[in-house]
T-cell receptor, first 114, second 114 residues
Framework: QQQVKQSPQSLIVQKGGISIINCAYENTAFDYFPWYQQFPGKGPALLIAIRPDVSEKKEGRFTISFNKSAKQFSLHIMDSQPGDSATYFCAAIMIKAAGNKLTFGGGTRVLVKP | DAGVIQSPRHEVTEMGQEVTLRCKPISGHNSLFWYRQTMMRGLELLIYFNNNVPIDDSGMPEDRFSAKMPNASFSTLKIQPSEPRDSAVYFC????????????FGPGTRLTVT
């Protein structure tokens, strides 16, 4: 059962453009939503995270938008740069639960063309 | 800190052989995760430990896979006997008890079974 659905699977954007990745979740018990970035040949690394009581969080050129009623959240990469070319994973976790398991989306491969 | 350490970085073996992957988590982290990543199936959680105790092994594909964590600084993932469909990149990750949503991934072990 895929509890976090991510789209698109891949996207190509021109340098300076906006990359938008969308995720939807089913389990309302999730209470924290991180995004991970993975470069080729490397392990994923935490990029930015948001709580469901916050509608938007911005860190530099990366912004998470959160819609609790729709159970959807998205990552926007503003002024995309070739160095942003990577695979991005959304994830969800129940912080208050005993377990520490992250539920990952399927990933989006982003290619930024110069 | 050196980060999560995995060995070997690459492993090529023949079908039927035993494979052992090793992981040293970050000091002070009390949760350890084993993931498998393939193009077809994405990033899959195989098993995770909390305070050296296996908590959830529902992702372990079959009895050929086993994992141990004899102490807080070492874990192994063993495949016996290995099969070509086990070819993948295997990641180990660890997390601190105070930041459950942030998992630190190792560089991965690329396993090829011929």
């Amino acid at each position: 059962q895929q509890q976090v659905k991510q789209s698109p699977q891949s996207l190509i954007v021109q340098k300076g453009g906006i990359s938008i990745i969308n995720c939807a979740y089913e389990n309302t018990a999730f209470d924290y939503f991180p995004w991970y970035q993975q470069f080729p040949g490397k392990g994923p690394a935490l990029l930015i995270a948001i709580r469901p009581d916050v509608s938007e969080k911005k860190e530099g050129r990366f912004t998470i938008s959160f819609n609790k009623s729709a159970k959807q959240f998205s990552l926007h990469i503003m002024d995309s740069q070739p160095g942003d070319s990577a695979t991005y994973f959304c994830a969800a976790i129940m912080i208050k639960a005993a377990g520490n398991k992250l539920t990952f989306g399927g990933g989006t491969r982003v290619l930024v063309k110069p | 800190d050196a980060g999560v350490i995995q060995s070997p970085r690459h492993e090529v073996t023949e079908m039927g052989q035993e494979v052992t992957l090793r992981c040293k988590p970050i000091s002070g982290h009390n949760s350890l995760f084993w993931y498998r990543q393939t193009m077809m199936r994405g990033l899959e959680l195989l098993i995770y430990f909390n305070n050296n105790v296996p908590i959830d092994d529902s992702g372990m594909p079959e009895d050929r896979f086993s994992a141990k964590m004899p102490n807080a600084s070492f874990s192994t993932l063993k495949i016996q006997p290995s099969e070509p469909r086990d070819s993948a990149v295997y990641f180990c990750a660890s997390s601190h008890p105070g930041l459950k949503y942030e998992q630190y991934f190792g560089p991965g072990t690329r396993l090829t079974v011929t």
